[in-house]
């Protein structure tokens, strides 16, 4: 699913109406759509509640207008208030109010309040005190700058009225671009946004006003939005789901892929046995874990399905230079590579990886001081024979690329794609939100996570469950003797990416946002895996 800015889905609503379908029948379908999920949310049937609907003076109050009318129709109590006066309405929205006050029903199903009135304000309190759920209409996506005077005023009432708020295509107040909040916005409980995403509902802090997001497919042309969009995708369930790996009923363990996992120094055990352990539950077959000397008995005993290779170390207890002859044996059997979790720094160490990227010939990711090794050599990494997925944080890809990650939303969405694009690999940029983004231009931004991610190993589990997609697309998918797999790097990452992300969402559902450890994310990878599982097998 395509991603737009406010400006592009403006464009591709004046070319859908100009070609293919009115502006008011394209109202008609995001107000049925809303009311419909609405209905379906709270009790799914006729006279169940009331509503307050918050309307502005433009097509985003015309959606609501629609909202109000359905829900009227079916027996809800409905209370709407005009932002400006109905003559102020725009020809669409003003058409709407008019099919709203002529539908026959009982007159005590709607009532109507003019803002503009002195008393408005108290009389809003007195109407939202039995109100059922809110719905915010105010501004949509062409709105810009801090609301002010009345509007204001509304979302400040929704917001403390401590009521379930619907938000129709964006949070009123929030930027549909940026997600940059100047002033009073609504905190939404569910945001219902048509056709598409917009890009300020997936960056902070407009994803947190947004919460839930929903998209209301309206039927818009799928060749007026692709003219109209760069190549921008929301990575969300559905998106993971078409590439998850298939897993066929008769499978062996070779069948789901091999990994052979590079990871750990003295003072970083934890690192290795995480990211090991997140690949085989995430589904792999057979996990190599390659460890120093000195560390490998222990880690055998804590991860029994996984074999565990010891390797030449170094003085400070990391791999040394010469660990690549220790690693012929279960590289030849592999059908990924994950490297990098708790490797530590060591000028030998360093040497290694990228002496190891250069030559190995199976697709692999790198993480942490496996991607540090490559600070001030970045070219080296165009230089590997295999695809490789690297997975840094703003601090790590700074240290590779020469560049901070700018603040502004746009910005920080070019430079990841110019990063991939300059080294030469599959970007996975861990963040708020975290973005994969590929050499010839294409980026996805990711639907799960929270902060409950933000605490040491997290990413290590990361890297163990994308080295775990890896292996299980590309076993048995070789294409010629250097082993170029089939499956593409960013399959695994786009479903590496949301389940991490949603794993860390089931576990704070128990553990809280402050409670969640790495090993609870890998816990969550069950019930993650299932739900997906289920929407791949639709």
């Not at 409905?78 to 709407?96: G, I, M, Q, T």
């Not at 990871?263 to 690949?279: D, F, I």
């Not at 997975?391 to 990650?405: F, S």
């Not at 790495?518 to 990878?525: F, H, K, M, R, Y």
Request: glycine share 12%; aromatic share 4%.
């Amino acid at each position: 699913m395509r991603v737009l800015t406010a400006a592009q889905m403006q464009e591709v609503d004046a070319e859908t109406i100009a070609r293919i379908c009115p502006g008011l029948e394209l109202m008609e379908r995001a107000g049925r759509g809303v009311a419909k999920a609405i209905l379906a949310r709270h009790g799914g049937g006729a006279g169940t509640g009331k509503a307050v609907l918050f309307i502005g003076p433009g097509n985003n109050g015309g959606d609501g207008l629609v909202v109000a009318r359905l829900l009227t129709e079916a027996g809800w109590h409905c209370s709407v208030h005009l932002l400006k006066p109905a003559r102020e309405l725009s020809p669409d929205a003003a058409k709407n109010h008019q099919r709203l006050h002529a539908i026959k029903t009982p007159a005590s199903l709607l009532t109507e309040f003019d803002s503009t009135r002195p008393d408005w304000p108290e009389r809003a309190r007195e109407d939202l005190a039995d109100g059922t759920l809110i719905v915010d209409a105010i501004f949509g996506t062409g709105a810009a700058g801090a609301p002010r005077d009345r509007a204001a005023e509304m979302i400040a009432l929704a917001n403390a009225s401590g009521r379930p708020v619907f938000a129709i295509d964006v949070p009123s107040g929030v930027d549909a671009t940026t997600g940059q909040v100047a002033g009073q916005a609504i905190r939404a409980t569910e945001t219902f946004t048509i056709g598409v995403p917009k890009t300020g509902l997936l960056f902070h802090p407009g994803r947190a006003h947004a919460g839930l997001l929903t998209v209301i497919d309206i039927a818009f042309p799928d060749d007026i939005i692709s003219a109209h969009s760069s190549p921008l995708f929301y990575n969300d369930q559905n998106e993971a789901a078409r590439r998850l790996p298939p897993r066929v009923p008769d499978a062996h363990k070779y069948d789901a892929g091999t990994l052979l996992v590079i990871a750990g120094s003295e003072r970083y055990r934890g690192a290795a046995l995480l990211a090991a352990e997140a690949a085989l539950r995430g589904g792999c077959g057979m996990v190599y874990l390659a460890v120093p000397e000195g560390v490998h008995r222990e880690i055998s005993v804590r991860l029994r399905e996984a074999i565990v290779v010891p390797l030449p170390r170094t003085s400070d207890g990391t791999i040394a230079r010469d660990a690549a002859r220790a690693l012929a044996e279960p590289l030849a059997r592999a059908d990924a590579v994950a490297m990098g979790p708790g490797l530590g720094r060591h000028a030998e160490t360093d040497l290694f990886v990228r002496d190891f990227v250069r030559a190995c010939i199976r697709p692999m990711v790198l993480d942490a001081d496996a991607i540090n090794a490559f600070a001030g050599h970045a070219d080296e990494l165009r230089g590997a024979t295999a695809p490789v997925v690297i997975t840094p944080h703003d601090g790590e890809l700074a240290r590779l690329t020469g560049r901070e990650t700018p603040r502004e939303t746009l910005a920080a969405l070019a430079h990841t794609v110019d990063s991939a694009a300059r080294l030469g690999v599959t970007l996975v940029h861990k963040g708020a939100p975290t973005r994969v983004a590929t050499p010839g231009g294409s980026a996805w931004i990711n639907a799960t996570g929270s902060s409950a991610l933000a605490t040491g190993g997290t990413g290590d589990v990361l890297t163990g469950l994308l080295g775990s997609f890896l292996a299980q697309g590309s076993a048995g998918r070789r294409d010629g003797a250097e082993g170029t797999p089939a499956f593409q790097t960013v399959d695994a990452a786009c479903v590496a990416c949301f389940l991490h992300g949603r794993a860390g969402e089931i576990a704070a559902e128990t553990r809280g946002l402050r409670g969640v450890i790495a090993g609870d994310i890998i816990e969550a990878l069950g019930p993650a895996l299932v739900a997906l599982e289920r929407v791949a097998a639709r």
